[in-house]
């Protein structure tokens, strides 16, 4: 079953260091990866996804995130954190390992505080 | 550009009482997703469907909840005999036509039982 595990839930860096976000998922497939981003009262965002082409992919905002099968990580960074970053990170998975249809199970978030 | 929208934004209701949302996806779109999120916790699945087809549902979607989609535009989200478990929100998103493809959010609405 696919599952997705994110290391932190609350993580604060000073303003231009290195945001450094955890993803580990299950799935028994080749995954689908997500990194979704949800600001304060808003919808949620995507960032970026892995979808079986390049290993490292780039998003919007500067941020960057790379897939390790071997590791089954899925780790997000930024190499300066922006006061406007802060907000809540969501790493998703999906296949079809269970049925025909496809679905995202998303993890349980990383808040993501960036001290001035 | 017109992206998804949920209507009401905020519910506050009895326990006890129905209620019902409406999501409006992107135009075209023809994934439409609901997800119910707590706090600190990520989203939920809960159901999806390809155009008026519902194609899965969660084992999350008790008998009190029910999804339809008539002519695969909005959708309808109802909740009967609200518990004050269900308190959460509820997320509807929508896609052009595969997984790989960008879900495009609402921005929910926020239930309330009392």
């Known amino acids: 079953a696919q599952s997705v595990t994110q290391l932190g839930s609350h993580v604060s860096v000073s303003e231009g260091a290195l945001v450094l976000l955890r993803c580990n998922y299950s799935?028994?497939?080749?995954?689908?990866l997500f990194w979704y981003v949800q600001y304060p009262n808003q919808g949620l965002q995507l960032l970026l996804k892995?979808?079986?082409?390049?290993?490292l992919v780039k998003g919007i905002n500067g941020f960057e995130a790379e897939f390790k099968k071997s590791e089954t990580s899925f780790h997000l960074t930024k190499p300066s954190a922006h006061m406007s970053d802060a907000a809540e990170y969501f790493c998703?998975?999906?296949?079809?390992?269970?049925?025909?249809?496809?679905?995202?199970?998303f993890g349980p978030g990383t808040s993501l505080s960036v001290i001035p | 550009d017109t992206g998804v929208s949920q209507d009401p934004r905020h519910k506050i209701t009895k326990r006890g009482q129905n209620v019902t949302f409406r999501c409006d996806p992107i135009?075209?779109?023809?994934?439409l997703y609901w997800y119910r999120q707590t706090l600190g916790q990520g989203p939920e699945f809960l159901t999806y469907?390809?155009?008026?087809?519902?194609?899965?549902k969660s084992r999350l979607l008790s008998d009190r909840f029910s999804a339809e989609r008539p002519k695969g535009s909005f959708s309808t989200l109802e909740i009967q005999r609200t518990e004050q478990g269900d308190s959460a929100m509820y997320l509807c998103?929508?896609?052009?036509?595969?997984?790989?493809?960008?879900?495009?959010f609402g921005p929910g609405t926020r239930l309330t039982v009392l």
């Open positions: 998103a929508s896609s052009p036509s595969t997984v790989t493809d960008t879900q495009y």
């Open positions: 799935s028994s497939v080749p995954p689908y």
């Open positions: 892995y979808t079986s082409a390049a290993t």
């Open positions: 998703a998975v999906s296949d079809q390992e269970e049925t025909s249809y496809d679905k995202v199970i």
């Open positions: 135009s075209e779109h023809n994934r």
């Open positions: 469907f390809q155009n008026e087809a519902q194609l899965e």
